[in-house]
């Protein structure tokens, strides 16, 4: 896989401290990248590094390959977590307005207006001021204004935040289509559960520095801690005999876990069915991002 | 400079489609026109229609009254051989409006005139009545001494002088080149202070609804900044384009309208002063007029505001991204506005002593320039003072919208914090 975005050394520093010391960060083409880290960690100076609205003090972004620079702004598309139009423009003069001071003519950015348009069902609205619409339709606008020049980098600073839960459904939908049509996108959050269902690749940021990166599946497997629970049947309970090999601790009715040193689950199965207890459930825990991201924020302080 | 161009027509388009445009845009000019025709309105309807019985018995004003005449509101009739009595009961009756009883006087002490009525007359036409009569007298006691009373008007006559500037001859003019001057420079106070504010507002209101990072994913903060100054002062342009076109524009129907009337209150206005004949002075203001460098005064007065209002605008765009809400605005505009106020006071001074140092001074600082220099224009500044007042204005402008971009893009940025004038220094060396 080909890197659409390569970070080398970057670093920046505002009067009195550093909001990014020394990141080095790959960017996959194709794939829904979630840049998680709490809050003044450095994600949004990072992006505003991406969509040249900082200069790096030191160190290289590059696109595709490429020293970013001003004809990337066409590429790329970013909605701000803090968010806002014009309130007395009209819509569809808006984002074409938005559209051509991305690069495109008159006459390709009245086209795609329409397009997008159409394709969410507010052709009607288009002559209705920014200030007259409900705070969905305005995240709508405020969404389409983003996407309109179809940029190959589409870096969405807390898409949600703020989002009623149909409109979140909205644009979780539009994102996974544009990443099966090709697009990256670029997800920061410090909200965990939603990077689990569409990222497959992962960067933690804390206090300016990438404490950890990769692919999703690969991380939790690398942090596993080789926990399984196990389900017996009603009937069936976890003997004395297993409790001393197996130290279990029972979290539910019937569901026990355990932690296996070596990863020996057979043995541990056949052991079970020697007791003559009723296996119906086996399965392995995976940590979830949230609790390596707290477990690792937690390391790094300490 | 495409974007820069996009972000112009945007700014301008947006405001002059706007109802308060279109409002102000009319109001000002209809209010000029409006006081200018309620002005001549009541210049002719002032005066009172009233018919005066003349009755001499001294024979002394036989033809003095015919040329007072002032068309249907004031006219003399020369009665020589009715009886004062009657002509009482035709007052009464409201035939005439009055009767002047002049009777056989000593021309050494006129006692007796008399006016009877039902009316009061007013100040004006007694003061017309009076001037006759004592001009009637004085001639009357000079002839008697033995003076030759042509000789002795002419004599009253005000003795002018002929100004010659650069060799060239510029009669009675500084009175109409400070009336212009001023209001030049007026008119680029009031504008720089109303749309430097309006500049402002713009900003800040980027900056409270946050469009302003989307728009600086796109454009260079200095784009954005440069296009919305030169954006709002083109609407500014517009409108003052539009306001001197309509006061022209209405000047001229007006003039039209109420040719014969206009005269009249010459004419009345004339005779009230006594001897200044107006057309004289009527022709002397457009001789002076016509020697006037009108192009050079124009171009100018569009220079000095274009460069002018990037000066200022530019400096009320960085206030705009500094504050956070409109109670901060207020301390920092003040820095901005007092030079704007100096340069009114200046422009005063200039427009009575063009050549004074303090004027001379003041159109070359780049803070009062934009008001001082066009106010002096009119009184034929030396070229090459004006070129050096231009290219300062220029090299100002462009430097003082380099600051205040850098100004600008950190404190478009910054939310809820209190900006001190000390962060703004630092913002302007920090590198972003």
């Not at chain 2, 409006?34 to 019985?53: D, F, H």
């Not at chain 2, 002394?60 to 003399?76: A, C, H, P």
């Not at chain 2, 900044?225 to 006061?247: E, H, M, N, P, R």
Request: glycine fraction near 6%.
């Amino acid at each position: 896989m080909t890197a659409i975005i390569q970070i080398k050394n970057l670093k920046k520093s505002f009067e009195n401290h550093e909001a990014l010391k020394d990141v080095n960060l790959d960017i996959h083409q194709g794939v829904i990248f979630g840049l998680l880290g709490p809050n003044g960690a450095g994600k949004t100076t990072l992006i505003r590094n991406l969509t040249q609205i900082y200069r790096p003090d030191s160190g290289d972004i590059f696109f595709k390959g490429e020293k970013l620079q001003p004809k990337h702004i066409l590429n790329i598309g970013y909605m701000p977590e803090e968010r806002g139009l014009y309130k007395k423009m009209k819509i569809e003069e808006q984002l074409i307005y938005l559209g051509r001071l991305k690069g495109l003519s008159a006459k390709e950015a009245k086209e795609k207006v329409k397009k997008w348009m159409d394709h969410f069902e507010i052709q009607s609205w288009k002559n209705k001021k920014t200030e007259d619409l409900s705070k969905g339709m305005q995240q709508k606008i405020q969404f389409i204004a983003t996407i309109l020049h179809e940029p190959e980098l589409l870096i969405l600073d807390e898409p949600y935040s703020g989002l009623d839960p149909i409109n979140a459904n909205l644009i979780k939908d539009e994102m996974l289509k544009m990443r099966d049509n090709g697009t990256t996108i670029i997800f920061s959050t410090h909200r965990m559960e939603s990077i689990e269902e569409l990222c497959e690749e992962i960067a933690l940021i804390n206090n300016g520095e990438i404490i950890l990166q990769g692919k999703v599946k690969e991380i939790k497997e690398e942090n596993k801690q080789n926990l399984y629970n196990i389900t017996l049947s009603s009937e069936s309970k976890w003997s004395d005999t297993l409790n001393n090999k197996y130290p279990a601790q029972q979290v539910e009715e019937n569901v026990y876990q355990i932690s296996l040193h070596q990863n020996n689950s057979n043995e541990l199965l056949l052991d079970i069915i020697h007791t003559k207890a009723s296996v119906i459930g086996f399965n392995e825990i995976l940590p979830t991002i949230n609790e390596i991201f707290i477990q690792k924020v937690k390391n790094y302080q300490s | 400079m495409n974007k820069i161009w996009l972000i112009i027509k945007r700014e301008y388009i947006t405001r002059v489609r706007t109802k308060s445009f279109l409002i102000s845009t009319l109001i000002v000019p209809l209010a000029i026109v409006g006081l200018m025709a309620a002005s001549i309105w009541i210049a002719i309807n002032s005066n009172e229609k009233v018919t005066i019985a003349v009755k001499d018995d001294s024979h002394l004003f036989e033809d003095k009254f015919r040329g007072l005449d002032q068309g249907e509101t004031l006219v003399f009739k020369y009665k020589k051989n009715s009886d004062l009595d009657e002509l009482k009961q035709q007052v009464k009756n409201e035939e005439i409006g009055g009767v002047l009883y002049i009777p056989d006087i000593d021309i050494d002490h006129p006692k007796g005139i008399k006016y009877y009525a039902n009316n009061q007359l007013g100040p004006t036409t007694e003061s017309v009545i009076s001037n006759a009569l004592t001009d009637v007298v004085k001639s009357e006691v000079l002839k008697r001494e033995g003076y030759d009373i042509a000789l002795l008007k002419k004599l009253d006559e005000t003795v002018g002088f002929e100004s010659i500037i650069n060799e060239k001859e510029k009669s009675g003019m500084s009175d109409i080149s400070s009336a212009i001057g001023y209001i030049m420079g007026f008119v680029m106070y009031m504008f720089i202070f109303i749309y430097g504010a309006m500049v402002m507002r713009a900003v800040a209101e980027e900056k409270t609804n946050r469009i302003v990072e989307v728009m600086l994913s796109s454009i260079k903060p200095f784009q954005l900044l440069t296009g919305k100054v030169i954006g709002i002062g083109l609407v500014a342009l517009t409108q003052s384009i539009l306001w001197f076109g309509a006061i022209i524009c209405a000047q001229f129907i007006l003039g039209l309208v109420f040719a014969g009337q206009i005269q009249q209150v010459a004419d009345m206005q004339t005779m009230n002063v006594g001897s200044n004949p107006s057309e004289a002075a009527v022709l002397e203001a457009i001789e002076a007029l016509k020697t006037l460098d009108l192009s050079r005064i124009w171009i100018s007065f569009f220079f000095y505001f274009i460069f002018g209002f990037l000066f200022y605008g530019a400096q009320f765009a960085a206030v705009g991204a500094a504050v956070t809400d409109d109670t901060d605005a207020n301390s920092y505009t003040l820095p901005i506005s007092m030079p704007i106020i100096i340069s009114i006071i200046i422009m005063s001074v200039a427009v009575q002593q063009p050549g004074a140092s303090v004027a001379v001074w003041g159109s070359m600082i780049p803070w009062f320039s934009p008001v001082v220099m066009p106010a002096r224009i009119p009184f034929d500044v030396s070229m090459a003072e004006q070129i050096i007042s231009m290219l300062i204005l220029i090299v100002s402008a462009v430097a003082m919208i380099w600051l205040a971009a850098r100004i600008y893009r950190v404190g478009i940025l910054i939310q809820g914090k209190k900006v001190s004038f000390k962060d703004l220094g630092k913002w302007i060396f920090s590198k972003y």
